[in-house]
């Protein structure tokens, strides 16, 4: 098997007279299994672990977080559970995605962080492939 996984990423900034752009398009990379798993998961505000399975060893994954709604602090914090707690490494504001490479034997730990304001339960698109 050769380069079935695609990554492109791209990120710009244009704030006042600060200015940058960081492009990785065509980043192609090996799945040795083919495995990966998705969907649309609400996330509560205590820690909860997030299943990958039939993924057994991680690789590229894709986080969004649904939440619209603009009263109110909502984020989606993603980390790392260790048995006891969420190590986190990543922080979804409303409307925000991401896309990073994870350790094969992660296991993926997600909480949401909400005021009182925020009426609506936090939804969170998630894709985990397999190396």
Known sequence: MADEIAVSVSVSVANGGYRERFAANGVSVDQAVQAGVGGVVTIGTSVQTLSILPVTAAGYAAFRNLNTQTSGTHYITIGAYDGTNLEAFAQLNRN????????????????????????????????????
């Open 96 to 131: 925000m995605s991401a896309v990073l490479p994870l350790a094969p034997s992660i296991t993926l730990a997600v909480q949401g962080v909400t005021s009182t304001q925020y009426t609506s339960a936090a939804r969170m698109q998630y894709l985990v492939l397999a190396r």
